[in-house]
């Protein structure tokens, strides 16, 4: 069962210089989308940007360094229609947002434009071309879930010379699903499969039945409170649950390249025709074995051909194991869902954005194992960017924590070192009330309690590796996995030193509205305040 498609109101008035509203930039790994939203509540407007844009509110995710010595950039539309897409690859910067917050870029990404200085070069020219032709009062920004946390602060830093009054953040799936046009009160699980990241969420809108209407979700991640938030009553729109990969659409012209061509370097050219080849066998409308031809001219300049069916096609998608990585996100999201007493019942719709929700096979296997929900199909393309246009300043949403959070202690009885959890994957944010926690000293004449903050790693979740610049799924095996989150420990000072099995300092967890981990403490033998300190961002 299907619903109507969903048709956004998007008009194209004329906007000039006097003009203030909200601009909503969706970075995303093949194309960017720039929505721009005149005050008192008017009609989006999907802006033409030339000579950048391709068509109007869509920017290609292209960065093309034309000169080494002076720093000249190229963006968007003109790489291409100066054609030099197929030139010297390493000027070219394309598909960097899945390696924007990565701590380690692949060898597959070959470019001499780093993937966070290229995301700062696509974001700084679209301000500087809007900026040229309306006020922007506030600016909102998307942001994946895999790397929420390492992105956010790479945008801080972004738009840190951008002149703008407000800043608001929010991530992609939960975009699209305030953008979806549900009623209040409803349940709805989105995918959102982009060029470079698969992210999936389950959000309740409340509201319904004589209650508040929900606003989406924003993330504050500039310091500083929203205007208006004072004045206004705060609603709250809640994720149950959500999980993310780094794997998306770009993959998979890969492997059709690689899977055709196999001893072909897979070059630009050759990924782009890819891309058109899926692009077209994602058709509804074609049989299951209609062979689609594409010629293509490889690194020895010799004319090659991508030929695959539909039937073939699906055949590939599903030995990669694509298929089954969505189930396990899908399995994690529910699983943290229902932490929030929420059941697979309880959905009202499903939601499918990006790209990659065009191809059927996708649909189709959501489709059994969601049973008979129904889905929405809103604007794949533009359909996050216009969700981010609906938040509102003064909304705060309880989000959850994504993976959770531990705290490293000494085990008195097993003589070691261990992870104490403090706040589990599915706990909302910002708290309520702190979690408390007695520390006791494990030495005598201990000086010092560090405190060491890791994330665990959820077993039967998968990472994307690299083998031989193909991109590979791999199942995390180890239930016990426990990444340390940074090199910063805070050590909290003993005065006078404890005692081995000495009860020293309770402390006081919380989780801010920037989704930061703080602490507080009293020492217990002096009844003496430990000042609060903030223990980096989480998520």
């Not at 608001?168 to 975009?175: I, N, Q, W």
């Not at 349940?187 to 319904?208: K, R």
């Not at 794997?247 to 890819?274: C, F, M, Q, V, Y």
């Not at 609906?390 to 705060?396: A, D, F, I, K």
């Amino acid at each position: 069962m299907e619903k109507n498609k969903i048709h956004q109101n998007i008009n194209q008035p004329e906007i000039n210089t006097n003009d203030f509203g909200t601009l909503a930039i969706d970075l995303g790994s093949s194309t960017t989308v720039v929505v721009f939203q005149k005050e008192n509540g008017q009609s989006p407007e999907l802006l033409d940007l030339p000579p950048i844009s391709r068509v109007p509110g869509e920017i290609p995710s292209l960065i093309w360094r034309s000169s080494e010595k002076d720093g000249c950039f190229l963006v968007g539309q003109e790489i291409i229609d100066l054609d030099l897409i197929d030139e010297k690859e390493s000027n070219l910067s394309q598909d960097f947002k899945r390696w924007i917050g990565s701590k380690e870029i692949k060898p597959i990404f070959n470019s001499t434009i780093p993937p966070e200085k290229a995301g700062e070069l696509l974001i700084h020219n679209i301000w500087e071309k809007v900026s040229e032709r309306v006020n922007i009062k506030r600016l909102v920004l998307t942001a994946p879930v895999d790397t929420y946390r390492e992105y956010r602060n790479w945008l801080v830093k972004v738009c840190n010379s951008l002149e703008v009054k407000e800043i608001a953040l929010v991530d992609e799936p939960t975009a699209a699903a305030m953008g979806a046009g549900l009623e209040p009160g409803s349940t709805l699980l989105v995918l959102d499969f982009g060029g470079s990241t698969i992210d999936m969420s389950i959000v309740a809108l409340e509201g319904g039945e004589g209650q508040a209407s929900p606003i989406a979700q924003l993330v504050r991640f500039d310091g500083k409170n929203l205007e208006g938030k004072s004045s206004q009553v705060l609603r709250t729109a809640k994720v149950l649950g959500k999980s993310g990969l780094r794997l998306g659409g770009k993959d998979i012209d890969r492997w059709i390249s690689n899977h055709l061509l196999p001893e072909d370097i897979p070059t630009i050219s050759i990924l782009r025709k890819a891309e058109e080849l899926k692009c077209e066998l994602s058709d509804t409308h074609i049989k299951e074995t209609l062979v689609i031809a594409k010629k293509v001219i490889n690194k020895e300049n010799e004319e090659k051909v991508l030929k695959l069916s539909k039937k073939g096609f699906e055949e590939l998608i599903i030995e990669k194991g694509l298929l089954k990585s969505i189930e396990n996100i899908f399995n994690q999201t529910i699983k943290a869902a229902k932490r929030n007493s929420f059941e697979l019942k309880d959905l009202d719709c499903v939601v499918l954005v990006g790209g990659g929700s065009r191809i059927p096979l996708i649909k189709n296997y959501l489709t059994e194992i969601c049973s008979s929900i129904p889905f929405l199909t809103p604007p794949p393309i533009e359909a996050v960017a216009l969700g981010a246009l609906n938040l509102t300043p003064g909304v705060q949403i309880k989000d959850i924590l994504n993976k959770g959070v531990s705290l490293k202690c000494w085990n008195k009885k097993n003589q070691k070192h261990i992870w104490h959890p403090l706040f589990l994957a599915g706990q909302t944010w910002p708290t309520n009330k702190p979690l408390e926690i007695i520390l006791a000293a494990s030495i005598n004449n201990q000086l010092s309690i560090d405190l060491i903050i890791g994330e665990p790693l959820e077993e039967g979740s998968n990472e994307v590796i690299f083998i031989n610049g193909m991109p590979t799924l791999r199942t995390i095996e180890s239930k016990d996995k426990i990444q340390k989150l940074n090199n910063h420990v805070i050590s909290i000072p003993l005065d006078p030193p404890g005692e081995i099995g000495q009860d020293c300092i309770k402390l006081f967890f919380n989780i801010n509205d920037n989704c930061q981990l703080t602490v507080k403490g009293i020492d217990l033998r002096k009844n003496i305040e430990i000042a609060n300190q903030n223990l980096g961002g989480i998520r």
